[in-house]
């Protein structure tokens, strides 16, 4: 079993029993959800919200664990397999600070959900900025596009260009998280999507571009 597996059964473990012991405090609905003005806007039964996040957290580690063993560049995963362990703590230890965190605010608590959410995602943005450019091709892990998929070059060249561009837009969202208590939520929320969508296409395109200059300089 892989070591981050092995950390992420135990994080599950302590999740579980952390919510065991808060389970007869809780309302019998729980906010599960919080609008753009930082106003809970959906809730439900809290037998259903308090297993949703453990089991996702499960069928995550059957999926980590089995990635390196069916991906058929699965070999090269191997290579930076103390990286792909630490991806998997760090999204798992993420997941389960938002659990905890609703747990937290039904029971009275008062805090910005919003704030905890964007301050984890920026931080998990931050860190994929930095170990980015030493992932090897691979069908799960990265920026797999048609291009970077189907040349070693353009992998090395997109994914060193895409850690600066996650690491900015991973700060970008941290900022944002702090300007919630000042000024709310809805006028920055727009900061928030672009900060992760515009990477994104940016990468698609770059890859692309990489991609037919190799073209054409054969």
């Known amino acids: 079993m892989l070591k981050g ?13 952390t919510t065991a012991l808060l389970y007869s405090k809780l309302p019998e609905r729980i906010a599960i959800h919080w609008g753009a003005d930082g106003k809970p806007d959906d809730y439900t039964p809290k037998h259903i919200a308090c297993i949703v996040i453990p089991a996702i957290i499960l069928l995550l580690l059957g999926l980590f664990e089995i990635i390196p063993r069916i991906d058929p560049l699965g070999k090269n995963i191997r290579e930076f397999l103390q990286i792909y362990n630490q991806l998997i703590v760090i999204l798992l230890l ?16 008062e805090f910005s959900m ?6 984890g995602v920026g931080i998990i943005l931050i860190y994929f900025g930095t170990v980015m450019p030493k992932m090897k091709p691979n069908w799960f892990v990265g920026i797999r596009t048609p291009w970077t998929l189907s040349n070693r070059r353009v992998w090395k060249k997109t994914h060193e260009f895409g850690g ?13 998280s702090l300007l919630i208590s000042i000024q709310g939520t809805e006028q920055i929320v727009w900061i928030v999507v672009l900060s992760a969508i515009i990477p994104s296409f940016i990468l698609i395109i770059y890859s692309y571009l990489e991609w037919r200059k190799g073209i054409n300089s054969v």
Do not use: D, T
Not at 114 to 119: E, I, K, Q, W, Y
Not at 164 to 173: D, E, H, M, V
């Open 5 to 17: 597996v092995k950390i992420g059964l135990f994080l599950l473990l302590i999740l579980c029993v």
């Open 114 to 119: 919003s704030s905890v959410v964007l301050a």
């Open 94 to 109: 993420f997941l389960s600070i938002i659990h905890v965190a609703i747990l937290l605010w039904n029971l009275g608590f």
């Open 164 to 176: 600066k561009s996650f690491i900015i837009a991973g700060i970008i969202i941290i900022a944002a």
